[in-house]
């Protein structure tokens, strides 16, 4: 369990704990992790990592990931675009923009790059002296029909 939490926060970064614990914050949904890259130069290193749950809210300006419930491990991101997210469907096909949003976090040279739809979160992590570059990727945890709104 402890490597599992140094592993979140390893992923998530410490980037700032919101302000007032929750306070406007409501909830989008949640994700589960399911793979994690490294990339070096011109390798490209699939890294082992057990599914981790990730809830994620918002209070319009600032994106939260707490991880499995624990307070401790949340990070937060600045938006700096929720217009929506540019995709291809396929090489070649035509862009098409589906609803989205962007942003960003800042702490101790690292550098977190956010983007998340209803279906996925990608987490893009720079760090700051080290040549690789960590991404992150989860999908939306389908709602129970049992709790759906009718």
């Known amino acids: ?9 390893a992923l998530l970064g410490l980037s700032g ?4 614990a929750d306070q ?48 401790e491990t949340a990070a937060t991101f ?17 862009l098409e923009v589906i609803p989205g949003v962007q942003a960003t976090a800042d702490q101790g040279g690292v550098h977190q790059h956010l983007r998340m739809t209803r279906e996925n979160l990608i987490l893009t992590t720079f760090p700051g002296v080290s040549d690789q570059t960590i991404i992150t990727t989860a999908v939306a945890v389908p709602v129970p029909a049992t709790v759906r709104n009718p």
Request: zero cysteines.
């Open 1 to 9: 369990m402890r490597n599992l939490r140094l592993i979140s926060v």
């Open 17 to 20: 704990l919101a302000q007032g």
């Open 24 to 71: 406007g914050f409501r909830q989008l949904g949640d994700f589960v992790i399911q793979s994690r890259i490294k990339l070096t130069g011109e390798k490209v290193l699939p890294t082992p990592i057990k599914p981790l749950r990730l809830t994620v809210s918002t209070d319009g300006t600032f994106v939260k990931i707490v991880t499995d419930g624990n307070q």
């Open 78 to 94: 600045k938006i700096y675009r929720a217009d929506g997210i540019g995709r291809q469907a396929g090489p070649g096909a035509a």
